[in-house]
């Protein structure tokens, strides 16, 4: 007889979802190979910290060598969750018989994989298999978005280049703009004609990644245009002055995503390269130093904009659910990268169920770069959420049909009414 | 057949508790209304977060057009426990026969609330339902102690306002020490004459509510002097010298409770109006920046006065452990606001059982305003205790008359210890 | 029928376990009697801070007067886990048949432990009921390690006073070194001699505990010479010349570890003396204030020197999630001291059992100064295991088989491998 979890389980698993944020690329949505799958960070970083050199799963190794030595360094985290992503993918999407992968039995995966991933409308069967209906893309300012289904593939600004490195895209900002960028009034016109460009494309949020450490507050255009100024000249700005310019073109930002009624994604908590040895893309880490306080002033200041907010660390999971509990704009997004562990996800969960409005938080989204992980990340949340809703029901606090009511609305219904999809 | 946590329940249910802080005013301790209850923060605070408009709960509607407005908006919390209270309250004290608070069903349940409230000896039959036998108030210093039953409703001594606005209360402290406060002598003698009143009516603790950054320290008469002279003359202090004022008052009234055996009730870390647009009493937040290693000074120095504490953020959770675990002096108590979540309560609770003496734990106090929402907080608490100690049982670390044991004293037997009940 | 728990705990307990970090002595592994095991700090702090006098269990007091009055005290805190320390030591070493300890059983108890403790092979009788095949110690650098079984109790060099207290230990450094410790010349060649030593008496690692607010640094010669001369001669340092210097030694011991191939046992967190009127051993306390942020120049500059970490304050656990998970060197150590607790240690166990290596996790450490005090500790830990491993296997993300081979990692292969036992 099923579990509780299970029933659940298979009811939730018929919602149609939406995966509000990811970092799939509208122009190559899906893995073109195994290896392509097996080289996402959270595998290879793995392997790395567990022991392969290097060298053996350097990209120029030809996959008869990169591919076993990773195989075999992966036996050493198969007690993880992120190894049964994995084979929940092989599985689901490549007739993959096994619970582990073995040096006797990745070259057939490698051969179905091959063969599936180039067939066409591959990408509409992985998300007709993985139930999702829209994902969301994560796209720089000066991308083109022309030429795909936005209505399936949703554009989102990605800011955090404008905010922390405007002096590297000072250029490709002015092309988009059609005006060089020379001061806040060029930089206003320039972000402006970012935001009508996205918004004329569908987009349907801004989204950006915070350090730890970085505070908001407003500068006004009188002590911003001098650092603008400076860092277009090349020069180097003392680290609060950083501080202040990134502010500066936050907050405009968020009046821009205020006027264009555009939902902005925050994610925070991320120290940037603190591992100087790390893989590719497994160099960042997790902060417990940071404050939601250090956003207060931005929730107050644009109270008429929706915050999504995820944050890292589990030394802020409270806050966000007392902020998400009394500020009306903020959102409880999701459970991203270090804080995305069924252990830490059902911990989170449970409390957000229990204190927050169902409508105020945003389930989960897979922060994958192809779709093909997308689906096994979305299940396993799927059964985080069956087992704290099985919890909720057996205690008595929601009904059944109460608890599935939950789980529409956080995985499907506050997505499509947030961001208007 | 019951589960081992219901039956725990059934029996927990029978211990009579002490609710060692609430805001309960002795003479208003019931509700007059079901829009009273409405009322509550913790109401309003979520229906204004998931949507409803501040003017359509504004205090100078009608309740036919306020009360539908708030049921509708309460809808998108139904899966609260926030919520739960308010039907656990409507069923346990109105009759009500529903699970949803509905446009139809309103209004016979504010029909019955009104008749109900307004009976006689109503709160008395409110807290034999609710199996509370005291309930602690929290009185301004310049309150009137006399004419109720200080037995059941027992008074204690708020100490925010001498503490961090001594300003603005100084002539009501001069009223009530029969001298004007123009020192540190004078400001001594009134203290005191604050202390002997109420502990002359029967008062059983002093109770404070501490924000992020306050550090507790010695400052001496000379320091305070000049500080206490220029802030009674109207002058702005700075931020440090406020803090050294409000910790030397501080320690004025641990060393009052010192002589007069009074525990006093530390609530750590509220940051008091972070959201300007928030509802009425929605509008503080937790911080998750604190340590109990600000409080270091005032146990040490203390060592001899009793300190129950609760702490806002989840962060501090150890740390209370963990000082309760080592320092003679201080309590664990409750699980208060934004904590005051079930899978927050368990998760604490359960650590507090297995590592501390359980006489050093004070399990819950309800913090309402009125008894009939002392009930249902009360109760969503025991089903915790309940699961809590259920699982001990399963384990076989507890019997289950040892779990009876630890109940009886985190409900009753300790409350009467500590504060002399 | 046994529960799942129980059916791998029974597995779980054939698993014979090396102890990596105790503070048993060579000389001395065992208690000498009852009182010797009734004056572990655990069990005397807990006693003191729910309300025994402290002349009470003085060391003068003969048996007669010192022990009961303890074993009193101790009824308030039965429903402990440290009080099942002592009851499964009681009942698995010494033949005690009851669940508490009282005033009419505690005699028998004592003359049981006299008798047994004093047997020949007594020791080895413990170690074989508790299943532990080696124990690390912790041994101050001038201690003698020839004259016992070091493949049994396995010496590991104690580097904090070398770090923090060099200037009380000087002439001692100069014995070992063989030469006067003036200047860091002479510094390191004495710390050289102390590896030595260590090493060619089959030390095992190097361990140190680290107090908040310490930050790791590279510090020149340069620097530290001046600074180093200066507390040779019995100046005091100011604050940051004194951690500036402490980083100075610490980095050197790093370099002499990674030159022998030792891994360092870092314990991240506690703050010493904070409780100025706490038993013996039962002053210090935990802060959650630390980040291991601070740790990232140590582990990124000795990038071939294993790092196994304890963190004291849970809100540094998501953070050595984190690091274990992408840092090479980092390996996640234990559960110590006051996050020794089963709520505590199965919230870390299930996210690392679920995000990171099997590999890089060190399941447990007794931290015990006797055996006899190991037993329970580690027992409590196998139960802890069994719980979260089978709660693994109830939502299939794990086999039987794989949550056993879990378990062999976490409590016997990591050790054997990562410290070359």
């Known amino acids: 007889m099923p579990t509780l979890a299970e029933t659940l389980y298979a009811e939730i698993r018929k919602v149609r979802v939406i995966d509000v944020h990811s970092h799939v690329r509208q122009t190559e949505p899906s893995a073109s190979s195994l290896r392509d799958i097996l080289s996402y960070h959270y595998f290879t970083e793995l392997a790395f910290s567990s022991g392969l050199a290097k060298d053996h799963m350097a990209a120029d190794l030809p996959d008869e060598r990169m591919i076993p030595a990773l195989v075999e360094a992966m036996a050493r985290f198969d007690n993880t969750v992120q190894y049964g992503w994995l084979i929940d993918a092989a599985r689901t999407l490549f007739d993959f018989p096994d619970r582990k992968l073995t040096a006797d039995n990745w070259r057939a995966l490698n ?21 999702i209906e829209k994902v969301f893309l994560t796209n720089s300012f000066f991308e083109d978005l022309d030429g795909f289904d936005r209505q399936r593939l949703v554009p989102c600004l990605r800011i955090d280049d404008l905010v922390f490195h405007l002096d590297q895209v000072a250029d490709k900002l002015s092309d988009r703009g059609g005006a060089t960028v020379t001061d806040t009034g060029s930089l206003k016109q320039a972000l402006a004609a970012v935001l009508e460009y996205f918004v004329a494309h569908d987009a349907r949020s801004a989204a950006i990644s915070l350090p730890p450490g970085f505070t908001c507050r407003a500068v006004s255009d009188a002590d911003a245009g001098p650092l603008l100024r400076a860092t277009l ?3 180097d700005l003392a680290s609060d002055e950083r501080g202040a310019l990134s502010a500066y073109v936050l907050y405009l930002l968020a009046d821009l995503c205020r006027e264009r009624r ?102 989960y989204y897979s922060d994958a770069y192809y779709v093909e992980l ?26 059944e049909a109460d608890a599935l009511a939950v789980a529409r609305c956080l995985l499907r219904d506050n997505a499509k009414s947030i961001f208007n999809v």
């Not at 051969?111 to 139930?131: C, P, Q, S």
């Not at 396993?380 to 919890?391: G, I, S």
Request: glycine letters at 6%; a positive charge; proline letters at 3%.
């Open 111 to 131: 051969d179905t994989a091959a063969r599936k991933l180039g067939a066409e409308d591959w990408m509409d069967e992985v998300l007709r298999r993985a139930n």
């Open 233 to 235: 000249k090349g020069k």
């Open 262 to 363: 555009l939902p902005m994604q925050l994610m925070i908590g991320v120290i940037r390269g603190a591992y100087r040895h790390g893989v590719h893309q497994g160099t960042d880490i997790v902060s417990n130093r940071d404050s939601l306080s250090q956003y207060a002033d931005l929730f107050n200041r644009f109270h008429d904009v929706t915050f999504t907010v995820s944050t890292l660390s589990t030394t802020l999971a409270h806050e966000l659910l007392a902020y998400t509990w009394i500020f009306r704009n903020v959102v409880a997004s999701g459970h991203w990268w270090y804080a995305n562990v069924p252990g830490i996800i059902e911990t989170d969960l449970r409390a957000r169920i229990e204190a927050l409005p169902r409508t105020k938080i945003l389930g």
């Open 374 to 399: 997308a689906l096994p990340k979305f299940d396993m949340y799927r059964w985080c959420l069956a087992r704290v809703l099985a919890a909720q029901v057996q205690m008595k606090r929601l009904t």
